[in-house]
């Protein structure tokens, strides 16, 4: 079932609420890490503006890792996007910081996606109980009210008439709690979920909400199975992960009989429903992909921090037939050359071998002798 890549000595760490789905991606990084760490959101504190120890985990310094996957509930977006700013540069995260901020509103999760046409309900967004009350007046029944942070089915309200919509926003307002207003989609009670990881999408599932209920939500009770989506579907949902800025992610789409439409980009899919109808290993997909991609981050980091090196020290690399050319000035103490640091790592000389040294006026050669000094 899986590959054992080991041996890249690549650490990881997962940071979520430590969720059975976080467990099973942990173990499944396992196959593929040398070392995955698992860590409770809850413990960790961020420290802005300090020069070290920016990310503390139960009051101590953060390890150092090659790939962090950061889970969590809308509760910690803001958490979330301040370790991702603080580590994204260094360690390889599947997520733009601001990912955690956009996805977890449903709101800045549309406004994002209409950026590229992306489908979606109609939303109404009105300044005051006043403004909202008019467009309700305008708007065809049932409809949709939705907590912008709601998860699991449990900030979806659907008002069959003025009256009952009314009467919700009397309520969320008198809570202060922001809503939107959406046009109601009828798919007989029924969603799809896409699964991306990266530039795919790994495994899809259909929910249907069980008895009245409209809202498909496994965590509602809705039932999954598995599910094909064409080409343009995951075309949209690759599209909207993207967009969010996340390079996984559920998409929950509403197929209306204009087509698909997306209402969601979930940073923290769930992966029991899912593994379960689609019978597709989902956490093997993503340990897999945050594998090949830290390896990407850290073969690149280790080729950019040559070249920083050298550009650092004002060195222009150039390529020739026998090896690297470096154009640099040359430092002198006390009548001896000094090469810069850059040279001593290419050669990969070391101060007890023995060299040959060949110097004419204009030109120097140094070439190590096979004798090793004792
Ligand atoms: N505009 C809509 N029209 C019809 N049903 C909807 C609409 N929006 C949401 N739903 C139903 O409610 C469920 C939850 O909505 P969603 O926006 O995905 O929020 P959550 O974060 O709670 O999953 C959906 O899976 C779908 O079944
Ligand atoms: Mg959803």
């Known amino acids: 079932m899986t590959q054992h890549l080991k041996g890249e ?3 990881a760490g997962v940071i979520s609420l430590g969720s059975k789905s976080s467990k099973w991606t942990a173990d499944a990084m396992r196959n593929y890490f040398d070392e995955v760490d698992e860590i409770n959101i809850k413990d960790v504190e961020v420290n802005i503006g300090s020069k070290n120890e920016k990310i503390l985990v139960d009051g101590k310094q953060l390890d150092n890792y090659d790939c962090i996957y950061l889970k969590g509930s809308f509760k910690y977006a803001n958490l979330l ?6 580590l994204h540069k260094d360690v390889y995260i599947p997520y733009e910081p601001k990912a955690f901020t956009i996805a977890h509103d449903k709101l800045f999760t549309q406004l994002e996606l209409e950026k590229e046409n992306i ?20 708007v065809t029944y049932p409809i ?8 699991q089915g449990k900030g979806v309200m659907v008002a069959d008439s003025y009256a009952a919509a009314s009467s919700m926003l009397d309520t969320l307002n008198a809570l202060k709690q922001p809503f939107l207003i959406q046009e109601y989609i009828e798919t007989n009670s029924t969603d799809v979920r896409l699964f991306v990881v990266g530039e795919k999408v790994v495994a899809s599932m259909k929910r249907k909400s069980q008895g009245e209920d409209k809202r498909a939500n496994i965590h509602a009770g809705g039932v999954g199975e598995a599910f094909e989506p064409d080409n343009y579907m ?6 909207s992960a993207k967009l969010v800025g996340a390079e996984i992610a559920g998409i929950d789409i509403l197929e209306s009989i204009k087509g698909p439409v997306v209402i969601e980009a979930n940073l923290s899919p769930g992966l029991q429903g899912i593994t379960e109808s689609t019978n597709i290993n989902v956490a093997d997909k993503i340990a897999k992909y945050l594998y090949e991609k830290t390896l990407e981050k850290k073969n690149s980091r280790d080729k950019n921090g040559k070249k920083q090196m050298m550009d650092d020290l004002g060195i222009k690399p150039a390529e020739s037939a026998s090896g690297q050319q470096i154009i640099t000035s040359l430092d002198f103490r006390a009548e001896r050359i000094l090469l810069p640091p850059v040279v001593t790592n290419i050669t990969k000389f070391k101060e007890n071998e ?3 040294v060949e110097a004419t006026p204009g030109k120097l050669k140094i070439e190590k002798l096979n004798i090793k000094v004792t």
């Open 9 to 11: 000595n690549l650490k």
């Open 81 to 86: 996007r301040a370790v991702a700013t603080e």
């Open 119 to 138: 489908p979606m309900p109609k939303t109404y967004l009105a300044a005051t109980v006043d403004a909202a009350k008019k467009i309700l007046e305008k």
């Open 144 to 151: 949709i009210m939705k907590l912008p942070t709601g998860t």
């Open 234 to 239: 995951k075309k949209i949902a690759i599209q």
């Open 354 to 356: 023995e060299y040959l």
